[in-house]
């Protein structure tokens, strides 16, 4: 089983930042990608950024330009740098994890934490 703790939500004004960070902890395989995801109320959850080992990152359009996704692999954990924030990035941001044992793989998530932009 692996563990993903998220930290970083808050509550910051429309144009403010916020970094969230997650990290994965417990019997790890190997982490083939990890990533987040969100879900606004009402809405169904949704990619926002995730990268690949051996690859790049990945972006939804509504955040391209303002996310940046980043994973530091010897802690096995991702960060989301999120700027220029909006109403609309209003959501619970969920982090994920691919945990890879060939041929198997294991999809896992963090519990969610909360991103309110309001002025």
């Known amino acids: 089983q692996v563990q993903l703790v998220e930290s970083g939500g808050g509550l910051v004004q429309p144009g403010g930042s916020l970094r969230l960070s997650c990290a994965a902890s417990?019997?790890?395989?190997?982490?083939?990608?990890m990533g987040w995801y969100r879900q606004a109320p009402g809405t169904q959850r949704e990619l926002v950024a995730d990268t690949t080992s051996g690859g790049g990152p990945s972006y939804a359009d509504s955040v391209k330009g303002r996310f940046t996704i980043s994973r530091d692999n010897a802690k096995n954990t991702v960060y989301l740098q999120m700027n220029s924030l909006k109403p609309e990035d209003t959501a619970v941001y969920y982090c994920?994890?691919?945990?890879?044992?060939?041929?198997?793989?294991?999809?896992?998530w963090g519990r969610g934490t909360q991103v309110t932009v309001s002025s």
């Open positions: 417990g019997s790890i395989f190997s982490i083939s990608s």
């Open positions: 994920h994890a691919v945990d890879y044992d060939p041929p198997r793989k294991f999809n896992y």
